[in-house]
């Protein structure tokens, strides 16, 4: 049985580091038998079909054929869109571009500051995401660099606009 997924590739594309071509993208899946590819803008969104995705063999076949070693988060369709529509921010964010939600690999550590320490931004963090409103811009976020490595190495954002784009690939 084949499902749809969305792979998020952390980190490719960024300031001119770690450059993958989407062609060299979708060749890496499409060589792991993944069908329907589609890949959006520049920064390591894949939508696809596939009967089964094994990440570790995905993340070897990338670099075999593109020369970068990256870290990939696979999610279902259905988690994706679970994620997503459970986005606790969606009513207070007005600006879609500064709605970020960060998606887990594995529930956040405890001990992370605590959402008055970051205001004016607002965080919700889940077991499987963080939520992340930044009224002055991403640019200008509170979040240390030590929270976000926290995290996991595999957790990736995408603002509101790529997660809707993403949502209606799907």
Known sequence: MTDRYVALIRGIN????????????RAAFEALGCTDVVTLLQSGNVVFTSAGLDRVELEDRIATVTGVRVRVLVLTAGTFRAIAEANPLLDIADDPSRLVTTFLETPPPAGLP???DLAPEVVVLTDLAM???????????KIPLSYSRALGPAATGRNQRTVEKLLALL
């Open 14 to 25: 960024v300031g001119g580091n770690n450059r993958i071509a989407m062609a060299d993208l």
């Open 114 to 116: 605590s959402a008055a």
């Open 131 to 141: 939520y992340q409103w930044s009224p002055l811009g991403v640019s200008k976020s």
